[in-house]
């Protein structure tokens, strides 16, 4: 089992920035990524940034360039760095982490979000 809790969310400027970090619990052993999701009401959810067990990350081209995602190994947590933040960037975000429970066995587990606004 797995456990996600978010935080850093807010309401910011236009130009501002925030940081949001997402603390995993419970057995992470075998994960292959983490990453940041991001949804508003009546569409889907989105990739924003993710971050595989290796290190490398990747970002939708709405947020490359101002967002960046990093890892602390010691405290099991992962971070988004939001830069430049524009309105269309408002959505509330979710921590994701995806699981190899069996070989070839893939599973998400999702935090329960946390609320960013940013005001023209």
């Known amino acids: 089992q797995v456990q996600l809790v978010e935080s850093g969310g807010g309401l910011v400027q236009a130009g501002g920035s925030l940081r949001l970090s997402c603390a995993a619990s419970?057995?992470?052993?075998?994960?292959?990524?983490m990453g940041w999701y991001r949804q508003t009401p009546g569409k889907q959810r989105e990739l924003a940034a993710t971050?595989?067990?290796?290190?490398?990350?990747n970002y939708a081209d709405s947020v490359k360039g101002r967002f960046t995602i990093s890892r602390d190994n010691v405290k099991n947590t992962v971070y988004l760095q939001m830069n430049s933040l524009k309105p269309e960037d408002t959505a509330v975000y979710y921590c994701?982490?995806?699981?190899?429970?069996?070989?070839?066995?893939?599973?998400?587990?999702w935090g329960r979000g946390t609320q960013v606004t940013v005001s023209s």
């Open positions: 971050i595989t067990s290796a290190g490398s990350t």
């Open positions: 994701n982490l995806e699981k190899e429970l069996l070989p070839g066995i893939r599973h998400d587990y």
């Open positions: 419970g057995n992470i052993f075998s994960f292959n990524a």
